[in-house]
Structure formats: C-alpha cells, structure tokens
C-alpha cells in the first residue's frame, strides 16, 4: 500500500515493490498527475501484479477510514505486507515575516495532517480492521528539511519532526505483535514536489549545490529511494525499527541548510 503513488517517489518506490518482492499494489493519490499514474500502471501490468488506485485526498482522518474500508473491500484481511506514506501536500511560506506570505492556521493544520498525522490516521485503521499482514512493514519517508533553519520550510520541518515521534512511538506499540515500523531519510531528489517553492532558476542552483556537497557528487534517485524500501520490507531488515535510516548519501542537514538558503527560497508559494 503506498499514500502519494503516481509521481516521484511513491511511484518508484510502487515500482520497486512489485519487482521485489513482487507485491500487489494498492495505491492512493489525488488524481494531479494521470500521465504519471497510468505509467506506473503499465509498468507494474508488464510485471505481472495486479494495481489498484484509489483516487482522492490521503490526508486527512476520514480519507484513511474509507481507504481502509476499501482495502478491506479489495483484498480482504491481514493482507496489507507494506504500507509506506509519501504524501507529499504542504504549504510553504513564513511564520511572522512581514512582507511575505504569512502560513495561516488552515494551512499549517494541512501540513500536519498530511505529513505527519495521516500516517497515525492510516495505521489505526488498517489495525482496527485487521488488515495488517504478519511481520508488516511501515515506512514513512522525511528529508534533512527536518534538520535545517530553511526559509519558508518552517511548517513542514516541524511535521517531519512529529512524523519522527509517531514512528518511534507506533514501534513501539507495534513491535511486540512483530510489525516494524521505520523512517527514511533521503537527501534532495529531483521530484516536482521537491520544488515547489522555488523559482525555477533557483531549483536548479539548489540541486547544483546539493549534489556539490554529497560525497558521491549527485543527488539521490528515486528509484535508489524504491530499491532500499524493497530491501526494508525483508528479512534482512527485521531488526529495522523506530528508526530514522539516514540514506541521504554523507549529505548533512547543516550542510543542505547552506544548500537552501543560499538558493533563493521564494517564501511567497505554496503547494
């Protein structure tokens, strides 16, 4: 199950998933990118695994009650082996700046609910429901944002930071029924959502920067995001839990700060 599949790293990831360790796919996105989401949906047809999309909001509370209700409805019980959120629905702007575009209270309260309290939402419904397979995986993906002073990213550091909590905190709760549940961290990825916010000059320079200070001298993929959540869903990774897995490849959050800072951040848009 993957929230935000039909673009960046939702879709990779699906993709990943269904080549190994070839699993069927239940994704949830808003319907913004139908070329991107038809894709993905030929890509896993010529693997051979079956692909289910639920268009709408992934959000909020009651999108994750109807979603499980149509989980259920799908696939039936204990059948959900991964569910990974990538849900990617923020507002960017500033706290108290005058003379730019201020966050309102609807706006932070979005941000939360999308990047960080969706993920309690979905996990206590697949739960209540007994959706859960054995040994199930739930990942949720955060970036050095969380680590860094960016302008106009106040409001999406603080969701990645509770997103951090709850996943500790759902590791907890879950582990003695033998389900893992983890957060990757991955550096800058070349992905429309990444740039929102930036002009488009400004997004190029930002990249530019990013990939000078990785010590492999480029940005992370998408794909590389996809391959490593197929290797957290094996055995080999049981022992994976409540932890925050740096892949941003040597990439530090004081040095993407610089990165952002430096690149003209327009605290005036939003997504």
């Keep these: 199950m993957v929230l935000g599949v039909s ?4 879709a990779a990831i ?33 693997l051979g695994r079956k692909l289910h999309f639920r268009i709408g909001e992934a959000g909020t509370a009651e ?12 696939a039936g019980a204990r059948q959900v082996k991964v569910l990974v959120h990538s849900i990617a629905n923020a507002s960017v702007g500033s706290l108290v700046t005058r003379g730019v575009t201020q966050l309102t209270p609807r706006q932070i309260e979005k941000t939360f609910s999308s990047m960080a309290h969706s993920f309690v939402y979905w996990v ?29 990213l106040g409001v999406i ?19 003695p029924l033998g389900h893992r549940v983890n957060l990757v ?30 010590p492999a001298r480029r940005l992370c993929t998408v794909e590389e995001v996809g391959r490593l959540v197929s290797v957290l869903t094996g055995d080999a990774a049981e022992w994976f839990n409540g932890a925050t897995i740096d892949f941003t490849g040597g990439m530090t959050q004081s040095l993407l700060g610089i990165v952002l800072n430096a690149s003209g951040m327009d605290s005036n848009q939003g997504r």
Excluded: M
């Design 7 to 10: 673009a960046g790293s939702g």
């Design 14 to 46: 699906a993709r990943a998933l269904a080549k190994d360790p070839g699993l069927d796919i239940f994704g949830v996105h808003r319907g913004r990118h139908p070329d991107s989401a038809g894709a993905v949906a030929r890509d896993l047809g010529a």
């Design 63 to 74: 999108s994750a009650r109807a979603g499980a209700e149509e989980v259920l409805l799908v």
């Design 124 to 152: 206590q419904e697949l739960a209540a429901r007994d959706l859960l397979a054995p040994s199930a995986r739930l990942i949720a993906l955060t970036n050095p944002v969380v680590g860094s002073l960016c302008p106009g």
């Design 157 to 175: 550091a603080a969701s990645k930071a509770a997103l951090e909590v709850y996943v500790r905190q759902l590791a907890i709760e879950l582990g």
């Design 185 to 214: 961290n991955f550096g800058l990825v070349d992905t429309r959502a990444g740039s929102v916010g930036f002009p488009s000059e400004a997004w190029e320079q930002a990249k530019a920067r990013a990939a000078a200070v990785t």
